[in-house]
């Protein structure tokens, strides 16, 4: 059965901290990995993935693959609180739509 | 450039009721995705619809059905309702271009009592 993993589950850090989010994931025929981040419903797109190595960045955060060891990272550097959320990982396979989520990471950045 | 609508915001329904969640789909995309995420799990998803059709369905039971109109906007129904049910129910919508992902919705948060 296909599965996603992140790690950890939760997470407190001060402002200015770097943090690094995981996620491992065992299914068949991957083709992307995506992040999002949910601060109260509507998760929001942060990046997709789908070549190893290849480090997507945008401000504070990045993300890299790992196919050969099938796991992603999440780097947010300098945190603040408004980085506060939920932040999920969701794979998905070839031929095939749906996304599968892990149980996500809930970040919280005390000031 | 609106993004995904959702309605209603919450909900409160007793167990065997019936309800029914709208999605009006992001501009530009045709394709409308539902997913159930209970409290402290991530989103499961339950169908997807292109083109008026069921395309792809989750593991939920025939009491979750849905419907796509000519306008990609969409309906998530669910009968018999159990108390299990309550969650948030989100709906997604993309396009043809697959680079940026899923555009979520707000959700329903759907409470059964």
């Known amino acids: 059965e296909d599965k996603v993993v992140q790690s950890p589950l939760s997470l407190v850090v001060h402002e200015g901290d770097t943090v690094t989010l995981n996620c491992s994931y065992e299914v068949t025929n991957f083709r992307s990995l995506l992040w999002y981040k949910q601060e109260k419903k509507a998760p929001t797109f942060l990046f997709m993935l789908?070549?190893?190595?290849i480090e997507k960045k945008s401000g504070r955060l990045s993300s890299i693959l790992d196919k050969k060891e099938l796991f992603s990272i999440l780097n947010i550097t300098a945190t603040q609180t408004g980085d506060s959320a939920i932040y999920l990982c969701a794979v998905v396979t070839s031929g095939t739509y749906k996304y599968i989520f892990g149980t996500g990471t809930r970040l919280k950045v005390l000031a | 450039d609106a993004g995904v609508t959702q309605s209603p915001t919450h909900l409160i329904k007793t167990r065997g009721q019936q309800v029914t969640l709208r999605c009006s789909p992001k501009s530009g995309h045709d394709t409308v995705s539902w997913y159930q995420q209970a409290l402290g799990q991530g989103p499961q998803f339950i169908f997807q619809y292109y083109e008026e059709e069921e395309r792809q369905r989750g593991n939920f039971p025939d009491r979750f059905s849905g419907h796509q109109f000519p306008n990609y906007s969409s309906e998530l129904n669910v009968n018999a309702l159990l108390l299990g049910d309550s969650a948030l129910y989100l709906c997604?919508?993309?396009?043809?271009?697959?680079?940026?992902?899923?555009?979520f919705g707000s959700g329903t948060r759907l409470t059964v009592v």
């Open positions: 997604a919508s993309s396009g043809t271009r697959q680079g940026d992902g899923y555009t």
């Open positions: 789908t070549s190893s190595g």
